[in-house]
């Protein structure tokens, strides 16, 4: 039965790529033939992947068919046969689909975490919102399809791929900040890379080929100088009611050259005031002031873009000094306005991090964290302090498991499974649409 139902499984999703290849869409035939070959990895997320899959497939064979069979019969053309093959197809994909759901399913894809449903989760969110944003958007949002049009479909897979992956890591791993801090890395680079490009003259690698500087402060302050452009405050804004202020720890493309710095300066951070993030409440004011007086004063754009990039200037040379020095990201909790905007409106969302009963207050929590969050008064508070982004290193720190996250509803572990999943799609989803 097993090999009945993986036979039906695969031969589905064939088919449903020679479909696609039938009305030209080779990305699609490309990314359905790596889902084919998942079921050859045997990872245990793959049911969840392919069964849907397949039944999406049999779904779309079977309005083809509908169509098929509509048209033949008001032309009065024989059908009888057309139906038969198309219902024996869409039967086909139905049976593979189903069988992913069943018992021996489970038998049989035995590799990888214990997390499947959540790894599945991270996929279909990664794809379904690549996919709306490939299909709302004016122009070729993904490289793939800028370079390969029609390609798109394919870089969707392998990012949906991508985040199941990660999100299993994630969530298997007793301790998470080296894993988190390299996938961040890898977005900061991939980002300025493609920045890089662009700057060289490969305006293909800018989002719009319009370049703006990739400063987080002008999120807030950008639009008060031009009177317009709310693209990233309303992205940013969506981010925090999603995961709060995670933005700061898992999708800014500059937090990670901080957090670079204060883990290369010191492997634990040293004891700075409580009161150090809230600088950020004057440079707040430097950026939001800034930009309204130079909009008043009719500063020429050239004028205010060398004023953003000074202020950009002096945030690295903070993370290479300061940062480096203390093993604290300095320059996320007292220098980037954006970060206290985000630990601030990031309270509109449900998700927390709290100190459980019986905390006995040893500090290994504190020595992993690089955002100032829990000091000993946090502790005895037993919440993190203002400064906190969620970011979940400190969780692995903590050798009685009294630190966890919150999410209405859901146990700790429940909650900490569900953050890690939205997450780790959110950076796969970033990823994908990296550029300025």
Known sequence: MTATGLAALVLGLLLYAAHALRLGETGLVAAVLVLAGLAAARRRFAPYVLGPAALLAGL????????????RLAAGLPYLRLGAIMAAVVGVCLAGGMFCFSHRAKVFFDRGPQTPVAQATAFWLTVGLLALARAKVSFPVLLADRFLPGWGTLEIALLGLYAAWLSGRMLAAPRTGSIRSRYWALFSLIFFAQLGLGLAGATTFLMTGALHLPVPALIAAGPIYRGGGYFMPILYLSTLLLVGPGWCSHLCYIGAADDACARLGRKTP??????????????????????AGLRLAGVSTETAALAAAGFGLVGLGVMATFSRRSGVMVHCTAWCPIGLVGNVLGKVSPWRIR??????????????????ALSPEDLARGRPGLSCTLCGDCLGACPSDRLGYRFPGLSPRAARAAYFTLVT?????????ARI
């Open 355 to 372: 100190v459980g009963e019986g905390c006995d207050g040893c500090g290994r929590c504190f020595r992993a964290c690089r955002y100032l």
């Open 60 to 71: 779309a064979f079977a309005t083809a068919a509908r169509d098929m069979l509509a048209f």
């Open 425 to 433: 799609a959110l950076h796969a989803v970033f990823l994908g649409v």
């Open 270 to 291: 040293r004891r700075l005031s409580r009161r150090l993030p809230l600088w950020r409440a004057a440079t707040l004011g430097l950026a939001v002031g800034g930009a």
